[in-house]
């Protein structure tokens, strides 16, 4: 008979954790240690050996628990389960989602290398690549969604950096517009510049489209990162986040956090545990509100445009049937106005909630231009669509009709002008 392969989401309960550990318990308890106690000062030889890579491990050896900033019960359990959701080989948690982000960074990049990413990416991040990575001789390309192919190729070119380029970095859907990149033709480019001597790296923010609606690591990328904040949290009560790849790029990744010392700790771990076990139930939940908010707001006097991946069209389109597994629930839309129309509706909001966040269990809205992206030039907000008139939404689990009540309600007591509305 062949083995029965079970769904991540059935294996969230119990994988890698067994109740004979702890006494029977039937969940992973909380292992609020900072150290462990070695059996024999040879096994704490053997543990540091291989914990700071001075030998490999041996077939069937495992890492024993040295030091929580090294490894600990609850991390090892969450990572393990990670990994379900990605077909990753391995997992490094962090605790926030911009530490795993900046460690990607600092770990395959040095001075002299060029990173080529992608337009718009989250304000952190876009804060950290044009004024952190300066500093240490790190030279940035930026390129945008609407952007072939060979126009990338053509910007790589003319750069005369082309021999430096050591990681490709997208963030797709991008925050907060929702436009969609093309993760396997970024792997192309990457593997076009890569060399004998030097791979060139793909890593893909997956924040927005959380760990079950799409999967960058089977369209060609080398590294996924989340905010794990979001939706693997999804409850607004924890920070962290966590990157997945292969055993050889994740191994340098945990040696680079035990030395930076950004790792979580087992109180976030045993929260995220807890979040997994109803991630799918809830981002379910989630993208069937979306598209029904995402439909109301599309026939809306008041709204000028909605960005939505169900809504895509032409080569995005087929971009989204290529890599996305669902249309998530993330959505912004342009409210007919500005700062000023925009400001009122979201202050007339009842139900949805003003906060910068997302993947939550509440709907929460934001206005991006002065809030996640207020560190974006004004020229570069013009150039990537993020306008005064720019809301970003994202959906929770709420009862449908009670969301889309609220929304109806705060557009018909928001006035705008006849001059606008008429535009």
């Not at 024999?40 to 890492?63: C, D, P, Q, T, W």
């Not at 993208?287 to 599309?298: D, K, M, S, T, W």
């Amino acid at each position: 008979m062949i083995p029965h392969k079970y769904s991540p989401e059935s294996l969230m309960m119990s994988h890698g954790y067994s109740p004979e550990w702890s006494e029977g318990a039937i969940k992973c308890p909380i292992f609020q240690t900072s150290t462990f106690v070695f059996k024999s000062a040879e096994e704490g030889k053997a543990f540091f050996e291989v914990a700071y890579g001075i030998r490999e491990k041996e077939e069937k050896e495992e890492l024993g628990l040295i030091y929580s900033r090294i490894n600990n019960p609850d991390l090892e359990i969450l990572e393990n389960r990670l990994c379900l959701w990605d077909e990753a080989e391995d997992c490094a948690v962090f605790e926030s989602g911009m530490s795993a982000i900046s460690t990607v960074f600092l770990e395959f990049l040095k001075p002299g290398d060029v990173l080529l990413y992608s337009n718009p990416v989250y304000g952190g991040t876009d804060h950290f690549i044009k004024e952190i990575l300066d500093k240490f001789g790190i030279e940035t390309i930026g390129f945008y969604p609407n952007d072939s192919k060979e126009d990338i190729i053509n910007t790589i070119e003319e750069s005369g950096k082309a021999d430096r380029l050591a990681m490709v970095y997208l963030e797709s859907p991008a925050n907060p517009t929702n436009d969609l990149i093309d993760i396997k033709m970024c792997s192309e480019i990457a593997q076009k510049y890569s060399t004998n001597e030097k791979q060139t790296l793909v890593a893909v923010d997956n924040t927005y489209m959380g760990p079950l609606w799409q999967h960058p690591l089977q369209h060609g990328a080398d590294l996924v990162v989340y905010s794990a904040t979001k939706y693997i949290g999804g409850h607004s009560d924890v920070i962290a986040g966590a990157c997945l790849g292969s055993k050889e790029l994740i191994s340098r990744m945990k040696t680079m956090r035990t030395f930076m010392g950004n790792m979580a700790g087992p109180w976030t771990g045993w929260l995220l545990m807890r979040s997994l076990e109803t991630l799918k139930v809830r981002m379910d939940k989630q993208a069937q509100n979306a598209a029904e908010v995402a439909r109301f707001l599309n026939n809306h006097v008041n709204i000028n445009k909605v960005h939505y991946l169900g809504f895509l069209e032409g080569e995005k389109r087929a971009v989204f049937a290529k890599q996305c597994e669902a249309a998530g629930a993330m959505l912004s839309f342009e409210i007919k106005g500005g700062e000023k129309e925009a400001f009122k509706f979201i202050n007339n909001l009842k139900l949805v909630k003003l906060a910068v966040s997302l993947g939550s269990t509440e709907s929460l809205i934001q206005h991006p231009a002065t809030m996640t992206h207020a560190g974006v030039s004004a020229e570069e907000k013009e150039k990537l669509g993020i306008s005064p008139s720019l809301i970003r939404l994202s959906v929770g689990v709420e009862n449908i009709q009670d969301l889309i009540h609220d929304i109806e309600r705060s557009l018909k007591e928001t006035t705008i002008e006849e001059k606008i509305a008429n535009y």
